[in-house]
DNA sequence: CAAAATGATTAACC
DNA sequence: GGTTAATCATTTTG
C-alpha cells in the first residue's frame, strides 16, 4: 500500500537529479521520442500506470540505489527531524491513556466472579466432593450449586478461548506491522517513537475488541447469577430431617438460642446446609418464635419431649403415659391443654398481662411447667438447659410482658465468663 | 386459589 | 459482625 506512493516519489527523485535513474526509467518505457508534449504527457500516464506492473527486482534495484545516494542519510535526518518536531509533537501530548473506567469494572467484576483471575480448577472439584460428601441431605442443593459452577466455568473456559485469541492476533498483528514499519523505516523517516505509537494505536483498538468480549461475558455472568444464584430467592424448603435437628437444637437452647459459631458449622454440616443458612434459619426462628409464642408452644412441648426422651431412652414409658406434653398424646386432652393455655400465653403475652384471666393462665402456665419439670423429673433430669429454658417463659410472662427478648433476659446460668470460651459454650443435648 | 409457612434479604442497630 | 424486625418471594397447605 505505501509502496506506490514511494516508489513514485522516487521516479520523480530519479527523473530529477539523477541522470542514471532517469536513463533507466526511461528505457523501462516506450523509449520512443516524444514528438510532442501530448506524447510526453502520455508516457507520463503511461509509466505511471504501470508502474505496479513493475517487477518486485526492479522495485528493489531502485530502491537500493536510493539508499545508496549519498545525500541520502543527510536529507534522511532532516526529514526525521522535521517530523519529530512536527508530527510526533502534535500527537505526543495526548499520549498517556487513561484507564477506562468502564474496563476497570468490567474486569473487578469478572474477577469477583471468578471468570478472570488465576484458574481455580480445585475449587470446583472440592466442592463437588463436598457436595458428595453430604449425601442424601442437601444434594439437590449444591447439586444446583455445582450446575451453577458448571455453567460458570463454561463461561469462563469461553471467555479464556477468546481472550488468548485476540491476544494471539493481536501480537501477530502487532509484530507484523512493527516488522513493516522497521522495513520502511529504512527509506522513510519513521522513529521508533512512532513505531511504539503506531503499537499502541493498534493495542487500544485491540483492547476496544477485548471490552467487547468483557462486557458480553460479564452479562454471562449476570444472567447465570440470575438464574441460579440470585434464585436464591427462588427457596427451597429444608428437608424433614434437617428442620428437625434444628428444632431440637432451638428448643433445647430455648433459654439463649444462640448457637456458637462452632455450633452453627456442626448443624450446617448435620443438616446439609450453609452456616449462614443456619444462622437465617435461628434470626426466623426466635423472631417468629417470640412474636407468636403460643403457636410454637406445641412444638415446643414436643421437641422438649423428644430431647428429654432421646437423652434418656429409660422408662419412656411411665413418662409418657404420665404427661400430657408428650407427643404420643397429641388429639388428646393433653393436646387441648396445650393449645388453650398456649392461647391465654399469648393473649397475656401481646395484651400485657391484665384484664384477661390472669389467674387462670397463671395456672395453666405453671401447671404446664410443673408438668414439664415432672417430664424431667422423671426421664433422669438429663439437663440444665432445658429445665432452664422452660422456665424462661414463665419468666417473660411475669416481669416484662412486651418484651419477649432473649437478650434482656436474665439469664444467669449462661454469662459464666467474659469470653465464650473455646468449646466450653454448649456441651450439652444437641447430641 | 388464598392463606399459611418459610427461607432469604434488607435496613437499622449495637 | 451478628441481631432484630420488617419484608420479599416462593412453596406448601387446606
Known amino acids: ?122 475449587g470446583s472439584a472440592a466442592a463437588a466432593a463436598a457436595a458428595a460428601a453430604t449425601g442424601g441431605i442437601g444434594a ?42 522497521r522495513e520502511q523505516s529504512r527509506t522513510r523517516p519513521i522513529s521508533p517513537k512512532e513505531i511504539e505509537r503506531m503499537v499502541g494505536i493498534i493495542h487500544r ?46 428448643y433445647s437452647h430455648l433459654s439463649n438460642p444462640y448457637p456458637s459459631e462452632e455450633a452453627k458449622e456442626e448443624l450446617a454440616k448435620k443438616c446439609g446446609i450453609t452456616v449462614s443458612q443456619v444462622s437465617n434459619w435461628f434470626g426466623n426462628k426466635r423472631i417468629r418464635y417470640k412474636k407468636n409464642i403460643s403457636k410454637f408452644q406445641e412444638e415446643a412441648n414436643m421437641y422438649a419431649a423428644r430431647t428429654a426422651v432421646n437423652a434418656t431412652s429409660v422408662s419412656a414409658h411411665g413418662s409418657q403415659a404420665n404427661s400430657p406434653s408428650t407427643p404420643n398424646s397429641a388429639g388428646s386432652a393433653g393436646s387441648f391443654n396445650m393449645s388453650n393455655s398456649g392461647d391465654l400465653f399469648m393473649s397475656v403475652q401481646s395484651l400485657n398481662g391484665d384484664s384477661y384471666q390472669g389467674g387462670q393462665v397463671g395456672a395453666n402456665i405453671q401447671s404446664q411447667v410443673d408438668t414439664l419439670r415432672h417430664v424431667i423429673s422423671q426421664t433422669g433430669g438429663y439437663s440444665d438447659s432445658l429445665a432452664a429454658s422452660q422456665m424462661y417463659s414463665p419468666q417473660g410472662i411475669n416481669v416484662r410482658p412486651t418484651n419477649g427478648g432473649w437478650q434482656d433476659a436474665p439469664t444467669p446460668s449462661s454469662v459464666t465468663s467474659p469470653t465464650e470460651g473455646p468449646g466450653s459454650v454448649h456441651s450439652d443435648t444437641s447430641n
Open 1 to 122: 500500500m505505501d509502496e506506490q506512493p514511494r516508489l513514485m516519489h522516487s521516479h520523480g527523485v530519479g527523473m530529477a537529479g539523477h541522470p542514471g535513474l532517469a536513463q533507466h526509467m526511461q528505457d523501462g518505457t516506450a523509449g520512443t521520442d516524444g514528438e510532442g508534449r501530448k506524447q510526453d504527457i502520455g508516457d507520463i500516464l503511461q509509466q505511471i500506470m504501470t508502474i505496479t506492473d513493475q517487477s518486485l527486482d526492479e522495485a528493489q534495484a531502485r530502491k537500493h540505489a536510493l539508499n545508496c545516494h549519498r545525500m541520502k542519510p543527510a536529507l534522511f535526518n532532516v526529514l526525521c527531524e522535521i517530523k519529530e518536531k512536527t508530527v510526533l509533537s502534535i500527537r505526543g501530548a495526548q499520549e498517556e491513556e487513561p484507564p477506562d473506567p468502564q474496563l476497570m469494572r468490567l474486569d473487578n467484576m469478572l474477577l469477583a466472579e471468578g471468570v478472570a483471575g488465576p484458574e481455580k480448577g480445585g
Open 140 to 181: 439437590d442443593n449444591s447439586a444446583e450449586h455445582s450446575d451453577y459452577r458448571a455453567k460458570l466455568s463454561q463461561i469462563r473456559q469461553i471467555y479464556h478461548t477468546e481472550l488468548e485469541k485476540y491476544e494471539q492476533a493481536c501480537n501477530e498483528f502487532t509484530t507484523h506491522v512493527m516488522n513493516l514499519l
Open 205 to 250: 483498538k485491540f483492547s476496544s475488541i477485548q471490552m467487547q468480549l468483557k462486557q458480553s461475558t460479564c452479562e454471562a455472568v449476570m444472567i447465570l447469577r440470575s438464574r441460579f444464584l440470585d434464585a436464591r430467592r427462588k427457596r427451597r424448603n429444608f428437608n424433614k430431617q434437617a428442620t428437625e435437628i434444628l428444632n431440637e437444637y432451638f
